[in-house]
């Protein structure tokens, strides 16, 4: 079972350059979520799609824009990457749309994302 | 924004020890998910709770949604090496979004 696939596992880059996170989960999921993770901060939201055709900001969205490609697919794109987005960022979905639907979220592995 | 406070930070124990940890808030949450995180793997679900008062089983794991809606805590008895990790809880207030604590980290000396 795949559950949540996420592309790359690792990045390096420069800064200002850009670069699109993919994530797909095959569970026929209806809403989707991005975190980043820092050190001692826990899980931190992006952006979230409650549904196919829907998003919305999370609480550190700036710096980040995101896409609802079709149900499967929630992809993160940074436009122009600074130092302070190194970070790991996973991506997760849940079963049910809304954040208020009481259904666990199930996250894929992570992407490393380092940038000089 | 919205605030967890978990604790403790992080845990040195022997196998074999029983662990616990908890999160408090300072608003009032409808559910309480407790998470493990391998080191290079994404977080994964353990225990969901949906009732204040529930108390709910996993193998040698035991969580409890607080009467108060306020806290939860996670208990492991009788530790083994693979319970080592990132132990994160998460809490949704009512109709908001999932509010993560900053985690766990246990580590285990055999």
């Known amino acids: 079972n795949a559950g949540v696939t996420q592309t790359p596992k690792f990045q390096v880059l420069k800064t200002g350059q850009s670069m699109t996170l993919q994530c797909a989960q095959d569970m026929n999921h209806n809403s989707m979520y991005w975190y980043r993770q820092d050190p001692g901060m826990g899980l931190r939201l992006i952006y979230y799609?409650?549904?196919?055709?829907?998003?919305d900001k999370g609480e550190v969205p700036n710096g980040y824009n995101v896409s609802r490609l079709n149900k499967r697919e929630f992809s993160l794109r940074l436009e122009s990457a600074a130092p302070s987005q190194t970070s790991v960022y996973f991506c997760?979905?849940?079963?049910?749309?809304?954040?208020?639907?009481?259904?666990?979220?199930?996250f894929g592995d992570g992407t490393r994302l380092s940038i000089l | 924004g919205q605030q967890l406070n978990q604790s403790p930070q992080s845990m040195f124990i022997q196998e074999g020890e029983d662990v616990s940890m908890n999160c408090t808030s300072s608003?009032?949450?409808?559910?309480w998910l407790w998470y493990k995180q391998d080191p290079g793997e994404g977080p994964v679900l353990l225990i969901a709770?949906?009732?204040?008062?529930e108390l709910t089983s996993n193998g040698r794991l035991t969580a409890q949604f607080g009467i108060t809606r306020k806290d939860s805590f996670l208990n492991i008895s009788a530790s083994i090496p693979s319970d080592v990790g990132i132990y994160f809880c998460a809490g949704q207030p009512v109709a908001q979004k999932l509010v993560f604590g900053q985690g766990t980290r246990l580590t285990i000396n055999p």
């Open positions: 608003s009032i949450f409808n559910t």
């Open positions: 799609s409650a549904s196919e055709g829907t998003t």
């Open positions: 709770l949906y009732k204040a008062g």
């Open positions: 997760a979905s849940k079963r049910f749309a809304g954040q208020a639907s009481n259904q666990p979220q199930h």
